[in-house]
């Protein structure tokens, strides 16, 4: 069964960058449309982005051109490289790979102004 551990949070000042990393395993990590998702206090949980096997990338607005998603698929891990942090970022953020039921613990972002 698939499980995902996401890693690299932190607490920093608006406009600082913070590079999340999220680790895949029991299913070919190569093959799968993985994304990152996110939920603020007190709000549903949003999608984020998409990274497709071939390297194909889909932002949700509010973050296109600050960040950005990579993947090693050697050693089954994704990154989220966030730049020009904003408070409004501030979340718990989750990954997995497209249509998992599955979820890891997340990784707390906060950005203060």
């Known amino acids: 069964q698939a499980q995902f551990v996401e890693s690299g949070g932190g607490s920093v000042q608006s406009g600082e960058s913070l590079r999340l990393t999220c680790a895949g395993s029991?299913?070919?990590?190569?093959?799968?449309?993985m994304t990152w998702h996110r939920q603020a206090p007190g709000k549903p949980r949003e999608w984020v982005a998409t990274l497709a096997p071939g390297g194909a990338t889909f932002y949700n607005n509010s973050v296109k051109g600050r960040f950005t998603v990579s993947r090693d698929d050697a050693n089954n891990t994704m990154y989220l490289q966030m730049n020009s942090l904003k408070p409004e970022d501030t979340a718990v953020y989750y990954c997995?790979?497209?249509?998992?039921?599955?979820w890891g613990p997340g990784t707390q972002v906060i950005v203060s102004s």
């Open positions: 029991g299913f070919p990590f190569s093959d799968e449309i």
């Open positions: 997995q790979n497209y249509g998992s039921s599955m």
